[in-house]
């Protein structure tokens, strides 16, 4: 069975049809709700707070952030701002008349918001989307990248962010996981119904600067089928022992630049290569 988003882009994909098709359908209702506390509980807010909902569709988690603390929304009722990349998703979420205010933006090409805007963050099943460029000019690493640095930026000091998604593979989750550590992020991966058709990838977010200060450690201690990446100090020593020049340090150039979506030369035997003195 093929994965939406190895058929169309999203923008497409969701067309007025979809949408309402999407919206309506008992089941997604179900699921979309289970998700969404499940990410507003490793959130882990006692208070009300303004949340950055990422493809945020018709609203169908946004209902939830709106819910008061007596309808099962931990810290609620929550103040939130909903983007998504599908027009048509956003039709159905302004008939519904939800409570947030929404946007029409494309997440691949960052978070168009102020530094330190939001408390929080959550997204439910739109990372996965991120993966695929639908032309030459970009790459699943530049749109993971400029999303990543974008939520980074747009989080207050010590926020949190949750973001469940579907992973194709162990490589697309271990992109992913590195994208947000390499934004900056403390990150963990937490997989429900682990082995499963019914698995659920949520990965667990902190921005340094507050109570947490940036460790993921504290958030996801004692549950089960968590992996935690931070390989923020690995990065951070390699760099130092690159000297200028060398071929360790053209290939993390060319990595960075990778993964802000600019294409480079292909790697070969020669790179890094010194040359001999002509005379």
């Known amino acids: 069975m093929s994965r939406p988003e190895d058929t169309l882009p999203p923008d497409l994909f969701y067309n007025d049809t979809e949408s309402r098709k999407y919206t309506t359908s008992s089941r997604i209702q179900k699921i979309q709700s289970d998700m969404t506390h499940r990410a507003l509980a490793l959130l882990q807010l006692r208070s009300p707070s303004l949340i950055l909902d990422v493809g945020c569709g018709s609203g169908l988690s946004g209902e939830i952030l709106s819910n008061d603390a007596e309808e099962g929304t931990p810290g609620g009722p929550h103040v939130w701002i909903g983007f998504d990349i599908s027009a048509s998703m956003l039709g159905v979420a302004l008939e519904k008349e939800v409570e947030g205010d929404l946007f029409l933006a494309d997440a691949g090409q960052g978070v168009p918001f ?166």
């Not at 973001?163 to 997989?191: H, R």
Request: glycine share 12%.
């Open 114 to 279: 102020r530094p330190g805007t939001f408390d929080a963050a959550i997204s439910i099943s739109a990372v996965q989307w991120l993966c695929n460029a639908e032309t030459s000019e970009e790459s699943p690493a530049g749109r993971l990248s400029r999303f990543f640095n974008g939520l980074y930026a747009s989080l207050r000091r010590g926020g949190r962010a949750v973001c469940q998604f579907y992973p194709k593979n162990d490589l697309q989750k271990k992109m992913v996981s590195s994208a947000a550590v390499k934004a900056g992020f403390g990150a963990g991966l937490l997989e429900d119904d682990m082995g499963t058709k019914n698995a659920k990838t949520y990965l667990v977010l902190t921005v340094g600067g507050g109570e947490m200060d940036g460790d993921i450690t504290g958030v996801v201690r004692g549950m089960d089928g968590v992996d935690v990446h931070d390989d923020r100090r690995r990065i951070k020593n390699r760099k130092g022992e690159d000297k200028k020049g060398s071929k360790a340090w053209i290939m993390r150039k060319k990595e960075q630049m990778e993964s802000k979506g600019k294409v480079v030369k292909t790697n070969s035997k020669y790179t890094g290569r010194k040359r001999r003195i002509a005379f």
